[in-house]
């Protein structure tokens, strides 16, 4: 049995994501590996941050948290929708 047979047909759009480079390596591997990945995952997004604030100084450090702030109001109106 090949590889190809064993694993089910996603839908276009979740094909589309995995096939970006890193970050839909990371999510099929999330979504379909082992669950101590997402640890993985999450202490390398963290080193990801740290290294660019050590390259970049200050604005590595705030920039990406600014662009996280959309993304936390979005998840807080979700969790909080009754």
């Given at each position: 049995?090949?590889?190809?047979?064993?694993?089910?047909?996603?839908?276009?759009?979740?094909?589309?994501?995995?096939?970006?480079?890193?970050?839909?390596?990371?999510?099929?591997?999330?979504?379909?590996?082992?669950?101590?990945?997402?640890?993985?995952?999450?202490?390398?997004?963290v080193?990801?941050?740290?290294s660019?604030?050590?390259?970049?100084?200050?604005?590595?450090?705030?920039?990406?948290?600014?662009?996280?702030?959309?993304?936390?109001?979005?998840?807080?109106?979700?969790?909080?929708?009754?």
């Open positions: 049995m090949s590889l190809a047979t064993a694993t089910p047909r996603l839908p276009l759009l979740q094909r589309l994501f995995f096939a970006i480079p890193v970050i839909g390596w990371v999510a099929r591997d999330l979504l379909f590996g082992d669950k101590n990945n997402v640890w993985f995952a999450i202490i390398g997004f080193s990801l941050w740290l660019a604030a050590l390259t970049f100084g200050l604005p590595g450090l705030y920039l990406p948290a600014l662009a996280m702030v959309p993304i936390i109001f979005i998840l807080l109106i979700t969790i909080t929708w009754a």
